[in-house]
C-alpha cells in the first residue's frame, strides 16, 4: 500500500505460503528465515516488514517517515511496540492459529488455551492504542499519517479473516476505517479480502 501511494515502480513477486514455496531451498536461499516479505534492491537484501518500511519510505522521502529525531524515534516506537506486543497476541496467539493449517495446535486443549490467551492479550493492546495512542488523535503517531499507520492496520487486517470489528474500541475503529478510505486499500488488501470471503462462514473465536 505504502508503495501504491507513492507511485513507485517495483517488481513484485508473490510467495506461495499455503502451498509452503518459503521452505523450499530456493526461497531460503533468499531468506532463511523462511518468511516474506524480503525486498531485494540491486545487491542489497532486507527482510522484516517495519524495516523494509522505513527503508521504501527513506527512499522516496516520503513525510510518512518524518526526519525530525523526535518525531521519527515516535514512529520507530509505535512501530516497536506493534511488532512487540499487539502482533504476538493478535497475529500469532489469534488470527495464525485459526486461519494457518501449520500453526494450529493439534492438542485441542493446547490449541484453546493458545487462543483464550491472544483474545486476553489482544484485549489488552487494544485497549493501550484506542486510549492512549490513538485518543483525539487521527493517526497512531499525532496528527499525520505515518508508516506505523500502515504498518498496524495491516496487523488488524488479520481480523478481516476471522470476522473481528474492533467495536469495543471506537478510536481503533474509527482509525482502521479511515486507513480503509485511502485509495489503495483495497487494491492492496484484494487477496486477504478474497481469502476472508472464502473463511466468513467458519466460527472463529474473536475478540
Same mark, same amino acid.
Request: hydrophobic share 45%; glycine share 6%; charged share 15%.
Given at each position: 500500500?505504502? %508503495?501504491?501511494?507513492?507511485?513507485?515502480?517495483?517488481?513484485?513477486?508473490?510467495?506461495?505460503?499455503?502451498?509452503?514455496?518459503?521452505?523450499?531451498?530456493?526461497?531460503?536461499? %533468499?531468506?532463511?528465515?523462511?518468511?516474506?516479505? +524480503?525486498?531485494?534492491?540491486?545487491?542489497?537484501?532486507?527482510?522484516?516488514?517495519?524495516?523494509?518500511?522505513?527503508?521504501?519510505?527513506?527512499?522516496? #522521502?516520503?513525510?510518512?517517515?518524518?526526519?525530525?529525531?523526535? =518525531?521519527?524515534?515516535?514512529?520507530?516506537?509505535?512501530?516497536?511496540?506493534?511488532?512487540?506486543?499487539?502482533?504476538?497476541? @493478535? #497475529?500469532?496467539? &489469534?488470527?495464525?492459529?485459526? +486461519?494457518?493449517?501449520?500453526?494450529?495446535?493439534?492438542?485441542?486443549?493446547?490449541?484453546?488455551?493458545?487462543?483464550?490467551?491472544?483474545?486476553?492479550?489482544?484485549?489488552?493492546?487494544?485497549?493501550?492504542?484506542?486510549?492512549?495512542?490513538?485518543?483525539?488523535?487521527?493517526? &497512531?503517531?499525532?496528527?499525520?499519517?505515518? %508508516?506505523?499507520?500502515? @504498518?498496524?492496520?495491516? %496487523?488488524?487486517?488479520? #481480523?478481516?479473516?476471522?470476522?473481528?470489528? @474492533?467495536?469495543?474500541?471506537?478510536?481503533?475503529?474509527?482509525?482502521?476505517?479511515?486507513?480503509?478510505?485511502?485509495?489503495?486499500?483495497?487494491?492492496?488488501?484484494? =487477496?486477504?479480502?478474497?481469502? =476472508?470471503?472464502?473463511?466468513?462462514?467458519?466460527?472463529?473465536?474473536?475478540?
Amino acid at each position: 500500500m505504502l %508503495i501504491a501511494d507513492h507511485g513507485m515502480e517495483v517488481e513484485q513477486q508473490v510467495v506461495d505460503l499455503m502451498a509452503g514455496e518459503q521452505n523450499t531451498p530456493a526461497f531460503a536461499a %533468499i531468506n532463511p528465515n523462511n518468511a516474506v516479505p +524480503v525486498l531485494e534492491d540491486g545487491a542489497f537484501r532486507l527482510t522484516e516488514c517495519s524495516a523494509i518500511l522505513k527503508y521504501l519510505a527513506d527512499v522516496v #522521502g516520503s513525510p510518512t517517515y518524518p526526519k525530525s529525531l523526535q =518525531a521519527r524515534a515516535r514512529v520507530n516506537s509505535a512501530m516497536d511496540w506493534v511488532n512487540t506486543g499487539l502482533y504476538r497476541a @493478535f #497475529g500469532y496467539n &489469534l488470527c495464525y492459529p485459526q +486461519v494457518l493449517p501449520h500453526m494450529k495446535w493439534s492438542d485441542a486443549t493446547a490449541q484453546s488455551l493458545v487462543l483464550a490467551a491472544g483474545q486476553a492479550g489482544s484485549r489488552k493492546w487494544l485497549a493501550v492504542m484506542n486510549d492512549h495512542m490513538l485518543g483525539a488523535s487521527e493517526w &497512531l503517531c499525532g496528527d499525520a499519517l505515518t %508508516i506505523a499507520d500502515y @504498518f498496524a492496520s495491516g %496487523i488488524l487486517s488479520l #481480523g478481516e479473516l476471522i470476522g473481528c470489528n @474492533f467495536s469495543s474500541w471506537p478510536n481503533v475503529r474509527r482509525w482502521y476505517e479511515r486507513m480503509q478510505d485511502l485509495p489503495n486499500w483495497n487494491s492492496a488488501n484484494a =487477496a486477504l479480502y478474497a481469502w =476472508a470471503n472464502h473463511t466468513k462462514c467458519q466460527d472463529y473465536a474473536r475478540i
